[in-house]
């Protein structure tokens, strides 16, 4: 399946209970109040968050044009961004990150895979050393793609994994090594102390590392997906988001109270749970697949 | 940061004076910030639209009672409101059969292996003799997670062939009657609720193991769309209940609410840890006032309108704030307040208040009494200089343990750190002080 067919597929549902809602309000011509209010109902019920959508109704408000089309140029300028990661270090250190079972060991598989088909080479870091059986997670993962995991056993330090496993890149000349993280909860100061230390170990062997702190929220969540992004960028500088799970029924709208808020763009979104099934994000596709 | 709901209704009822009645324009504005709050705690909006309507009704027809503020009684509608739908008490497990099920289903990430560990280790200090079963053979190293986890607090764990989750379920009822486990705790693949060929597998192992139990695993972080996953596994498996995992957070945890109202299925227990005993009966009532985004300030109220006078609560409030807090103020205190119950219940009712582990029982305040009464004047200024060894004279002076001594000290230490942070502004304490 292309692209374009999952990433509508993936996000059909999206489609259907919010935006053809609003095509639907819309295409009655003028917005009265109760047309915007009911506007309002449906961009909170697509996780955006009151804040955000207040944002966008009070644009849409100013618009003079036809309302769909108002509406998606909002929309993909919100959420219009660079999503190329910055590759130059080398290796490249990419850390991902994020609250428990959000989807970073998944995220991590995938983009091993895509970067090696793309010719890269790769090291996985099983930096997860907390979790029952994450090591083992990331291990079947690496034999499925045929990627390299540096491992140490649990319980061991995540910050000595991350720094072996820059160092192997360093001595076999790889071009990327990735980071898989515990899951943390952003409230939890010391776990967040770790990540940070984690990311201080491997400034110290690459010069700019990590290079791309990649925040993976699930779909689902709801506005606590802002209190994660916030807090995750003021204490390990995130530098996008990965939004996964977008194969289900979740609008993932919670994206662009975040992007609109801390500027965080999304630079990926997962749309199921094999390798495939990671895309960079495009916002005007993203829109377009969401309004068409 | 932000305002609580608790403030902005203030500032609402406080434009209306001596008014013996709730006015249609206050309740008005007072519903919106209310409607705002549980939206911002992920409470599905359908939910929250027929959810404030009632209030609406219920604040117009009621009248003030002399004690409360207006604020007060309104969000007093708001929070019984709120329990009504949730329900008053815990629902426990309803286990009948020999061997019992329990199947945990639910959405991918959201706890479902965790939990199963939990429970098993929770039914093992109920008595039972527990088996955990792992019927995810998709995610990679599912069924090691969940044998790591048994392993870790051991309690048999069944996988079978670790290929078919039918034929894994089976052998694990056969096993469990060898073994002579009573309760299987059966884990199960995180699946989308629109996979039909994956929603049809948990019908499956529903038909062929009759579980007692069929609770959904719900992450407390969830938004919008939480109903609709918890409607379609509800209308596939009938469930019996939820557990809500991961508020160890800050989540709001508005989901509770709305799988409640959607399904009127129980939330029976929920997640505050990673850890294998991070399991809690869920208690409707201590989550209402979470869900408003406030401290349990009514109760709080309620309580003190009952066992002390206003006035004197206020100004043992005032000098909570105004003590320098040293030890002898925090003994002092824990004789005033402690009139207002336990006072580790007092301060989980403040709003933003940290969790505190004081137990003001009266026993306990007898040990802390004598444990302070045995440290030098200064010691008592300054506890800062108690090392290992005029931590032990103290805990022989008083009878008690050097446990006990840093028990007690952490309890001042974290009571010190709640009183700067309403004295810095950062909390409020309740009655506009
Ligand atoms: N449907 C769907 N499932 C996904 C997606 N990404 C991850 N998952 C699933 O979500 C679950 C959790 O994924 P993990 O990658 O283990 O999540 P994690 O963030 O590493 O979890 P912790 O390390 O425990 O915090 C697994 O069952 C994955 O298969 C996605 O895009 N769509
Ligand atoms: N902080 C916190 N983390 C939790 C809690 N319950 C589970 N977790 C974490 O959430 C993540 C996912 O938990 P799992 O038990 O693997 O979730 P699952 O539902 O079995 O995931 P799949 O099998 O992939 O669908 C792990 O990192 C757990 O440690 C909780 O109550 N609090
Ligand atoms: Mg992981
Ligand atoms: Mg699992």
Redesign the interface.
């Known amino acids: 399946m292309g692209f374009f067919e999952r990433l509508r597929k993936g996000l059909e ?1 999206t489609r259907k209970s919010f935006f053809d809602g609003i095509k639907q309000l819309l295409k009655a011509g003028r917005i009265d109040e109760e047309t915007l209010q009911e506007l309002e ?1 449906l961009l ?4 955006v ?2 804040q955000t959508t207040t944002w966008i109704i009070e644009k849409l408000k100013q618009e003079r044009d036809d309302p769909v089309v108002s509406l998606k140029k909002i929309l993909v300028e919100l959420l219009e961004a660079d999503t190329t990661l910055n590759l130059t270090g080398s290796p490249s250190v990419i850390s991902v990150v994020g ?5 970073k060991t998944t995220t991590v598989a995938k983009l091993a895979s895509q970067f090696q088909a793309m010719g890269k080479s790769v090291v996985m870091a099983a930096a997860d050393t ?5 090591i ?2 990331l ?3 690496g034999e ?1 793609i045929n990627c390299t995991v540096i491992a140490h056993g649990e319980g061991a330090d995540p910050a000595a994994v991350a720094y072996d496993a820059v160092n192997h890149a360093k001595s076999k000349s790889k071009d990327i090594v990735i980071i898989d993280t515990a ?1 943390r ?3 939890k100061k010391n776990l967040m102390e770790e990540l940070r230390k984690i990311h201080r170990v491997v400034a110290k062997l690459v010069d700019g590392a990590p290079h791309e702190v990649l925040l993976v929220i ?1 779909a ?6 802002l ?2 992004a916030r807090i995750f960028k003021e204490m390990v500088n995130v530098t996008g988001l990965v939004i996964t ?1 977008l ?5 993932g ?2 994206a662009l109270a975040i992007k609109h808020e801390l500027s965080l763009p999304i630079k990926f979104i997962g749309v199921g ?1 094999s390798v495939e099934d990671l895309k960079p994000f495009d916002a005007n596709q993203f829109v377009e697949a969401l309004l068409s | 940061m932000f305002e609580t709901l608790q403030e902005k209704l203030l500032k609402i009822f406080k434009t209306i004076t001596g008014q013996g009645r709730l006015t249609e324009k206050n309740i008005n504005e007072a519903v919106r910030q209310v409607k705002l709050s549980l939206l911002e705690a992920d409470v599905n909006y359908k939910v929250v639209k027929e959810f404030i309507e009632k209030v609406k009704q219920k604040a117009l027809g009621e009248e003030v009672l002399k004690s409360f503020t207006p604020d007060q009684q309104f969000i007093k509608i708001v929070r019984d409101e709120l329990i009504n739908i949730m329900g008053r008490a815990n629902a426990p497990l309803e286990l009948k059969h020999y061997p019992s099920v329990i199947m945990l289903v639910g959405l991918q990430g959201s706890g479902k292996t965790t939990t199963a560990g939990k429970l098993a280790l929770h039914l093992r200090k109920q008595g039972r003799s527990p088996m955990l079963v792992s019927a995810d053979t998709y995610r990679p190293a599912a069924i090691e997670q969940l044998e790591k986890l048994g392993k870790s607090i051991n309690i048999p764990v069944f996988s079978g062939d670790r290929k078919d989750a039918i034929q894994i379920v089976k052998g694990a009822m056969k096993a469990a009657q060898e073994l002579r486990c009573n309760v299987l705790v059966l884990d199960t693949a995180g699946r989308l609720h629109i996979d039909d060929e994956m929603m049809k597998e948990l019908e499956d192992i529903k038909a062929l193991t009759n579980p007692d139990e069929i609770l959904m695993v719900i992450d407390a972080m969830v938004g919008q769309d939480a109903v609709n996953s918890a409607v379609e596994f509800d209308r596939r498996l009938s469930l019996t209940g939820f557990i809500v995992t991961k508020l160890d957070g800050d989540a709001r945890g508005g989901v509770i609410l709305s799988i409640n109202y959607v399904t009127g299925k129980p939330v029976k227990f929920i997640g505050v840890g990673e850890k294998l005993d991070a399991l809690e009966p869920f208690y409707p009532d201590r989550i209402a006032s979470r869900i408003l985004g406030m401290g349990d300030v009514l109760s709080l109220i309620e309580k003190a309108e009952k066992e002390l006078d206003r006035e004197k609560m206020e100004a043992t409030a005032r000098k909570l704030l105004q003590a320098q807090f040293t030890l002898e103020d925090f003994r002092e205190q824990l004789r005033e307040v402690k009139k207002l119950g336990p006072l580790s219940s007092v301060f989980e009712m403040l709003p933003g208040a940290p969790k505190i582990d004081v137990d003001a029982s009266e026993k306990e305040l007898k040990k802390i009494e004598a444990i302070i009464n045995s440290m030098t004047p200064e010691e008592r200024r300054n506890p800062r200089i108690l090392n290992a060894s005029r931590k032990l004279r103290i805990a022989k002076g008083s009878g008690t343990t050097v446990q006990d001594v840093n028990k007690l000290l952490k309890s001042y230490e974290q009571m010190r750190e709640l009183m700067q942070r309403f004295k810095h502004g950062k909390l409020k304490l309740p009655f506009g002080l």
């Open positions: 549902k109902e909170i019920a697509a996780d968050g009151h609250v428990n079972g959000s989807g907390f979790r029952a059986a994450a083992e997670q291990k079947v993962w499925r899951g909860l952003h409230t699930d689902t969540t709801g506005q606590n997906g209190v994660q799970k194969d289900g029924t979740a609008k709208g919670v749970e």
